[in-house]
């Protein structure tokens, strides 16, 4: 699989009018009040000297659904249904699926899709605000073995980049844009059926 850590990369948006509250405080409004999302992404991910990039849209309804439809520079699909995690790659004529709570475990796209507690799960660290933007760093209380470091930056109320460092120190970046909130969404778009004559690996 090309991008193994794909679906760990998660999102937020929050009313403008929490332009001047924290980094956490902002967070925990999105934790509170978010239900649906759609956003645009493009992702980069520094490792070595090379950059890799990739771009497509987001769709989140929660609890414990959410799906990354990438069209660039490939088309993939990663898709959550709040019982299994699928992943398709048209290219290879392939689709692997595991128990999304064993393929999620506690990372930080569980915890936005609203299936697990902050406080329980995590320590959240108020990073304040650099690059322009404010940030807020999760630290999972159970350690994660992908992943040293995954950040959040909000400019303005919205929920502008998430951030992740792997245990290999490659940087992965995730931007979001023209967000979406509490919008009317079609339950069939988190259903999946595998189609015929592709590779099935798991379940």
Not at 39 to 46: L, M, P, Y
Not at 157 to 186: A, C, H, K, Q, Y
Request: charged letters at 25%; aromatic letters at 10%; a negative charge.
């Amino acid at each position: 699989m090309r991008f193994p850590w794909l679906f760990l990369c998660l999102f937020a948006w929050l009313p403008a009018a929490l332009a001047a509250a924290t980094a956490e405080e902002q967070l925990r409004r999105f934790l509170a009040d978010t239900e649906t999302l759609r956003a645009e992404f493009v992702q980069t991910r520094q490792q070595g000297a090379g950059v890799e990039r990739a771009g497509g849209r987001l769709l989140l309804a929660r609890p414990g659904r959410f799906r990354w439809d990438y069209r660039e520079p490939y088309t993939q699909l990663i898709l959550a249904d709040g019982q299994r995690l699928w992943i398709y790659d048209p290219d290879l004529a392939q689709v692997t699926v595991k128990p999304q709570d064993q393929a999620l475990g506690n990372s930080p796209a569980r915890l936005l899709s609203g299936e697990i507690d902050l406080d329980r799960h995590f320590a959240v660290l108020d990073l304040g605000r650099r690059e322009g933007l404010d940030w807020v760093e999760l630290r999972a209380s159970q350690g994660d073995d992908e992943f040293t470091q995954v950040s959040l930056a909000f400019a303005a109320g919205t929920l502008r980049l998430m951030r992740m460092v792997d245990n290999l120190g490659n940087i992965t970046d995730i931007e979001f844009s023209e967000l979406e909130i509490n919008i009317p969404v079609d339950s069939n778009l988190f259903s999946f059926t595998p189609p015929a004559g592709v590779d099935v690996l798991g379940e």
